[in-house]
């Protein structure tokens, strides 16, 4: 079996462990425990009846490792961070403004809600707006707060890079220009800590300047499916923005932040033609934009899986899309370590990384 055939099952079917490091509910795709395996950063469904589990600091599978993975794999579990048992001066939580991921992300969603929250415009996937309602999180993180965890995270726990992402709004610039300024108050704040913003295409893309302007490192753009059928029915809201809008926005970001400083996701799993989706990642790549490539989960709060009831995709589908598209990037020699910041340069959510890509 392959690093990518084991880690795709992994994606898939889970861990049995109890992980200091999680996460539940939220924007999506993942709704995980945060591992290192094989010394490499790993967001992996926590299931208890998952045939894998951890003994003796090695992977392993309840049938052995015979055609489950080539060799023992080391895992460490990421321990639970400083800078969550800290509050704001104005009494917040550290944990309720920004999370850690992988072993030294910090992540956020400055703005906690969207427009496209609707029972009929929301993407099937997503849960943003979960976590708010469980109290799990605030409504909107302001730039200064952000700053201020920013600095206790670097400080306190080593955090060597941050994401913020954000519900879309109903201004024509879709969160972009909120994002700007809580950028440019971690950067002021934390000098050199590179900053990966996410958001939609905005209207005025001189936006995705002012988010360079303001410091931020990468940008993700994330269209999720490039087959627009796909994106009616799992994302009707967003799938309202053209796929021509999202080109010409990945073309201007590509353009101000520059080769493999731009991603979108690729979920696997929604329905999409293997061949097509992988098609469409080479094209992206062509254009300097990287692909992310993760597996749908279902994630309770979501309507693909509380309502349609979709299961995550299988084993096999997930790693040949995966081994696909990582010899994409390995002969492009675009790595998404290279990002600098982000959802690739983590690499947790998918099996890229350990495939070259």
Known sequence: MTVVSWRADVAVRGVRVAAPVFRRGGAGPSDDGHLLLDGLAAAVPIVDDSPWRIADGVLVHDDGFTGSAPAPVPVSLVSRPAFYDLTTADGVPYHQLARLH???VL?????????RYGEDTRCRFCAIEASLAAGATTRVKT????AEVAEAAVRLDGVRQMVMTTGTSAAPDRGARYL??????VVGTVPGLPVQVQCEPPGDLSALSLLRDAGATAVGIHVESLDDAVRRRWMPGKATVPLAE???AWREAVRVFGRNRVSTYLLVGLGEDPDELVAGAKELVDAGVYPFVVPYRPLVGTLAADVDGVPAPTT????SVTARVAAVLRDADMAGADQGAGCAACGACSALAADGG
């Open 102 to 104: 992988g072993a030294d």
């Open 107 to 115: 992540a956020t969603t400055v703005v906690q809600t969207c427009v």
């Open 143 to 146: 730039p200064e707060q952000l």
């Open 180 to 185: 700007a300024r809580c950028v440019a108050s």
């Open 246 to 248: 999202y080109r010409a």
């Open 316 to 319: 096999a589908l997930l790693s």
